[in-house]
């Protein structure tokens, strides 16, 4: 029955596709042309790229998973709060044959095509940059998807706990943007400081971000690939564990 | 399903729901029988809409037993749902949809395909006479129509059991008649109805029996004949006074009616002769505004066991 779920989501989702496919196209456009090329072009000039890798091709996989960190984020954040406390959908599916379990498993579900979407688009905008070269590249698209996850679940949980919006401009601000500009995509986090840098590495972001760079560049290893997909599968199962309860008690009470 | 056939729609027995140190629904017994209208009257926060989700299996108890098709709502409470059409007190439509869009979706909800989805969508929309605004957006409907569409919601799977929240409160009094001549339908269909309400005219039009609840416990049951009989008199006489000499009243009226009841507007004489007490109040001296008789009601007896005015 988690499928009705989707189908919600699909049938809202009709209505909106094309601003949000608009957004997931011109934002890869927009920053691999201006920091990819353009500040790019510096990097290259001074250092040779980085680690000898033209900055355009380190730089779009790195972004591609914090794109879909920050659109994870988002999509758990007001969407679902809306149909918990605004516009009560939620409790209008709990009165159908759908349980709790079904409405968790349809959202995450949902996200989780969502991300692709997004992985897909920017993918393809990669390609036409000639950054995705390889057939292996392809892969690239599950694995940034499963990094929006890893921020989805923890995130639906938070938001089940919420009695407003108030918070999630303060997750936005402390959370995912320093994430989204410190994380490992624009630059290695070996650069941070020496503190940061453990706290970057407790984050699923960094852990995507490598496994992205790895499939796009085609220099993984697998045992930190192992590494990194166990990190991002931990937070996501997580935030499901989390989620059940939390959310059945805001919506069976 | 054969069960329905053995076990009562709805059974309570020392039903209890509390919500940390508050108890919203304090030990009470009722059963409701297949085909039955069956209402739930009560003052605000009597518990009526706790008791209503506890049954909608959408809302845990805390003690006691409750059956809904002879089934427990913790172990079954999708296939409990599966049965039920429910009306929430609170309309919970989809606004990001259109006026049949929302049944659609809720068609499938309930497993029903596109294709039986959109019948039924279109039969309801006619039924609650909505069909000329099956593609407009739910936000511009207005409040009664919104509730006619949640009713219509609440029928598109078929269910055997109707659960309504205030099913009329906010419609017109077209609207109303309109509701209550389909709800009068679904049952002659066999369909169980159980409803809360405000309106005690509604309760007479609707319900075959119903219980009185108050602060959390059920004062009275039964059919609104045998309440009325059992707690009102055969006939009600009303009294208004000019409004610097209501206080004055008090205790003149002593003796000349089974009960008096004093309300801030008006004062209210219980008496198995109307005329005859209108009569005798005339010749304590005393010249009432105006003066009307009528016959005991539901409201009379709702009075007499909340000690309250209807919507308070
Ligand atoms: N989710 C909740 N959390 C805490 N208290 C609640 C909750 N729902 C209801 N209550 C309390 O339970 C009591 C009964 O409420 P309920 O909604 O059942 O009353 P009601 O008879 O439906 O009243 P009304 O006629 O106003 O709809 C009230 O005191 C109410 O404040
Ligand atoms: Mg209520």
């Not at chain 2, 049954?55 to 006691?64: D, F, R």
């Not at chain 2, 419609?171 to 809360?196: C, I, N």
């Not at chain 2, 309760?203 to 049951?221: G, H, S, T």
């Not at chain 2, 016959?295 to 308070?312: K, Y």
Request: with cysteine; proline share 5%.
């Amino acid at each position: 029955m988690a499928v009705r779920v989707v189908e919600h989501n699909v049938v809202v989702f009709r209505r909106l596709w094309r601003g949000y496919i608009m957004v997931s196209f011109f934002t890869p456009l927009f920053f691999l042309a201006s920091m990819g090329l353009g500040l790019g072009s510096l990097v290259n000039r001074g250092s040779g790229g980085v680690g000898g890798v033209p900055y355009i091709d380190y730089l779009a996989p790195g972004l591609l998973a914090a794109t879909t960190m920050q659109a994870a984020a988002f999509e758990c954040m007001y969407p679902i709060l809306a149909k918990i406390l605004w516009d009560r959908i939620y409790d209008a599916m709990l009165a159908t044959r759908l349980s709790v379990r079904d409405v968790i498993a349809g959202e995450v579900a949902w996200v989780a095509l969502r991300m692709l979407m997004v992985a897909t688009i920017f993918w393809v905008v990669m390609a036409a940059f000639g950054v995705a070269h390889t057939f292996e590249s392809l892969l690239v698209i599950p694995a940034a998807a499963l990094n929006g996850l890893a921020f989805a679940t923890p995130i639906m949980a938070f938001t089940a706990t919420q009695r407003n919006d108030n918070a999630f401009s303060t997750i936005f601000r402390f959370v995912i943007t320093p994430l989204y500009l410190l994380g490992g995509a624009f630059f290695p986090i070996s650069s941070l400081p020496g503190a940061l840098q453990a706290v970057a590495w407790a984050t699923p972001l960094a852990h995507g971000v490598e496994l992205c760079r790895g499939l796009v560049l085609g220099d993984l290893v697998p045992a930190q690939a192992v590494l990194h997909l166990t990190v991002l599968l931990a937070y996501a199962i997580a935030g499901v564990v989390f989620v059940r309860p939390l959310l059945t008690k805001r919506l069976l009470k | 399903m054969t069960d329905s056939i053995a076990s009562p729609p709805i059974s309570a027995r020392n039903l209890v729901k509390r919500f940390g140190d508050l108890v919203a629904v304090d030990g009470i017994d009722f059963e409701v029988a297949a085909g039955e209208a069956f209402g739930f009257l009560g003052p605000n926060g009597a518990g009526k809409t706790s008791t209503m989700r506890m049954i909608a299996c959408v809302s845990p108890v805390t003690s006691g037993r409750l059956t809904v098709f002879g089934k427990d709502p913790e172990v079954y409470g999708a296939e409990i749902r599966g049965r039920l059409g429910v009306v929430p007190q609170a309309d919970n439509l989809d606004l990001e949809l259109t006026v049949r869009e929302n049944l659609i979706m809720y068609a499938r909800y309930f497993d029903l395909a596109w294709s039986e989805g959109r019948k039924r969508a279109d039969e309801l929309l006619e039924f609650v006479q909505l069909d000329e605004r099956a593609k407009d957006k739910v936000d511009d409907l207005s409040g009664g129509m919104k509730r006619r569409l949640t009713i219509a919601r609440a029928l598109i799977n078929q269910p055997d059991l109707l659960l309504l929240d205030e099913p009329t409160t906010g419609l017109d009094p077209q609207a109303r008649h309109l509701v209550w001549e389909r709800l009068y339908r679904l049952k002659q269909r066999g369909v169980t109805l159980a409803l809360t309400t405000h309106y005690m005219d509604e309760a007479e039009q609707l319900c075959d029996r119903l219980v009185v609840m108050d602060k959390a416990k059920i004062a009275a049951e039964g059919t609104p004949r045998e309440l009325i009989a059992k707690y009102s008199t055969k006939e009600v006489l009303e009294l208004r006074f000019p409004a610097d000499e209501q206080p004055a009243i008090d205790g003149r009226l002593d003796g000349l009616a089974d009960r008096v009841e004093l309300l801030p507007d008006r004062v209210l004489l219980y008496t198995s002769d109307g005329e005859e007490a209108a009569a005798a109040v005339h010749r304590r001296g005393l010249r009432p505004e105006s003066s009307l008789v009528r016959r005991g009601t539901l409201e009379d007896v709702f009075l007499r066991l909340t000690g309250r005015s209807l919507i308070d």
